[in-house]
């Protein structure tokens, strides 16, 4: 099945991020988090959901690392959850971050974007900020949330209940994931198109990221 072409909406979607840009409201959702307060006891310390996820995603080594933070942010938020997915990568337009074809376990990241954070930013977080953000949209649709705005509003209401209000994640789910490519010429870049490949070991279902 040619699923490459059964995009959802995230090309306008992503157009309306680039939009955000330009100095237009993004979505904002003022309901207090549930998350945000709960406490969780480590080694003898507490710490808040805040801290855990700040730390997980500053930490986090891979696509499926971060992927775990998606899962378990949205579970804490929202209490949706979905299993099973896998994650494609490939040489997108660059105005594409990612997408889920309708009616797939599929998400298509775009991996010449992400190297393209990972080079200008050399942060580790701010590229795991990146992913999270992008990935967290996609799995969202892949719940049932199709509108554009309601995944807008989600994914800023997820990162700011889960990460705080003061982290890259929530800035860039208010702004956009491509605030963090602000100044970098996107259209200046020429990628070389590469095969299309599937992320190994991205979902483990028996296996917990350890903080
Ligand atoms: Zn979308």
Same mark, same amino acid.
């Given at each position: ?79 949706? /959850? ?54 967290? /949209? ?74």
């Amino acid at each position: 099945m040619s699923w490459i072409h059964q995009k959802t909406a995230c090309d306008e979607g992503f157009s309306h991020h680039v939009s955000n840009l330009l100095g237009l409201q993004s979505p904002r959702d003022e309901r207090s988090g549930k998350a945000r307060n709960n406490r969780k006891l480590e080694a003898g310390k507490e710490f808040s959901t805040a801290e855990v996820y700040r730390s997980r995603i500053s930490k986090a080594e891979s696509f499926g690392e971060v992927w775990e933070i998606v899962k378990d942010t949205v579970k804490d938020s929202l209490g949706e /959850h979905r299993v099973g997915m896998m994650l494609f990568l490939d040489d997108l337009p660059l105005h594409l971050g990612a997408y889920h074809p309708l009616g797939t376990n599929n998400i298509v990241l775009n991996r010449t974007l992400v190297q393209i954070v990972e080079v200008a930013t050399k942060s580790k977080r701010l590229v795991n900020g990146f992913v999270y953000s992008l990935l967290v /949209h996609e799995y969202l649709h892949a719940l049932g949330h199709i509108p554009e705005a309601e995944v807008r509003s989600l994914v800023y209401k997820i990162s700011r209940e889960c990460f705080g209000e003061d982290h890259i994640v929530t800035s860039l789910a208010e702004k956009s994931p491509w605030a963090l490519l602000r100044g970098i010429p996107l259209r200046g870049i020429e990628a070389p198109r590469r095969a299309m490949e599937i992320v190994k070991d991205f979902e483990k279902p028996n296996q917990r990221y350890i903080v």
